[in-house]
């Protein structure tokens, strides 16, 4: 099965993927493989600033990246055994529309305050900043409402790890199933 987890931004996907990986699923990142392509920090940080204050610019960034951030996606796939789950991280899944390219899309939610309040806090940006990057990507009810499982992300650590036990319970009931 190829699965995906997106969400919004700042709703959890990286602590998500740290307890995935805890039990035992293997994890790719579309957005470690943008670092790979773009390793320098500051340059990557110019960058942000720049396409996200820019459509056009961002449209023609994410033009060179996604093809090659895709081909790397469908290379670990063609990889993958049978006996690990592998689930593709793709916050801008449905923005790039290769949800049909996965038979199941897990989706990250958290509230709009939230995930604010997590930008702020933890990647430092103003609230104009933070507003300009949630405009970029599709609200996540969007998400949540075109995904196979949705994971609300607006409590506690040990509630998201909760969660992330049932999800691969989930999983493995479909695999079962299959």
């Not at 699965?3 to 307890?19: M, N, Q």
């Not at 670092?35 to 820019?54: G, N, Q």
């Not at 990246?65 to 081909?71: D, E, G, M, N, Q």
């Amino acid at each position: 099965m190829k699965i995906c987890l997106t969400g919004g931004i700042a709703c959890g996907k990286s602590l998500l993927s740290r307890y995935l990986n805890e039990l035992g699923v293997e994890t790719l990142d579309a957005d470690d493989i943008v670092h790979e392509l773009l390793p320098d920090p500051a340059e990557r940080k110019r960058i942000a600033a720049e396409v996200f204050a820019d459509p056009v610019k961002r449209r023609e960034l994410e033009a060179r990246l996604h093809p090659l951030v895709k081909a790397k996606i469908n290379e670990a796939f063609t990889r993958a055994d049978n006996r690990t789950i592998l689930i593709a991280i793709i916050p801008l899944l449905f923005e790039v529309h290769w949800e049909g390219e996965f038979d199941i899309i897990c989706c990250v939610e958290s509230t709009r305050e939230n995930q604010l309040l997590r930008l702020m806090t933890t990647r430092a940006l103003s609230r104009e900043e933070a507003e300009a990057r949630l405009a970029a990507q599709l609200p996540v009810a969007e998400k949540a409402a075109k995904s196979h499982y949705v994971i609300h992300n607006d409590g506690s650590a040990e509630e998201l790890k909760a969660q992330a036990f049932r999800f691969v319970d989930w999983l493995q009931q479909k695999e079962k199933q299959a």
